[in-house]
């Protein structure tokens, strides 16, 4: 069977998210989620929304964009390694020691820098900006 590569516990993430956590932060993305779309009346979660949840002052939309990302970016690299022959080039490999505050900083920069792609769905961009920032050598 293939092995599976997790990101770091959640112990050495807690002080990058102010100690929360990460049932916390989980409850409060899902929550966030959830209200976001019904009110948008949307069934795609995109860039814009993604965006707008990331670079706000409200800490209930931060942790919602946090803990997007990071569900995402757990998606992508647990789901690459269950399956067999999985592409190198559909990889992502963050490296050791990079944060879950960098994590999200490299999508916010990526969805600020191609403003012409943010009406597309948000995993979309986020697996974009991971796999060309951490790409797998």
């Excluded at 929360?20 to 899902?30: E, F, S, T, W």
Aim: hydrophobic fraction near 40%; glycine fraction near 10%.
């Amino acid at each position: 069977p293939p092995q599976l590569q997790f990101l770091p516990q959640q112990d050495e993430w807690a002080e990058d998210i102010g100690g929360m956590d990460m049932n916390m932060l989980v409850l409060g993305a899902l929550i966030a989620g959830l209200v976001g779309t019904a009110v948008q009346g949307q069934s795609s979660f995109t860039g814009n929304d993604l965006i707008a949840d990331c670079v706000t002052e409200n800490p209930a939309r931060e942790l919602a964009c946090l803990g997007y990302v990071m569900g995402a970016v757990d998606g992508f690299r647990n789901g690459a390694a269950l399956v067999e022959n999985y592409p190198d080039y559909l990889k992502i490999c963050v490296p050791n020691g990079v944060t879950q505050g960098q994590i999200r900083d490299v999508v916010i920069t990526h969805i600020r820098q191609n403003p012409e792609n943010r009406h597309l769905p948000a995993s979309a961009l986020v697996f974009t900006a991971l796999n060309s920032t951490f790409f797998c050598e």
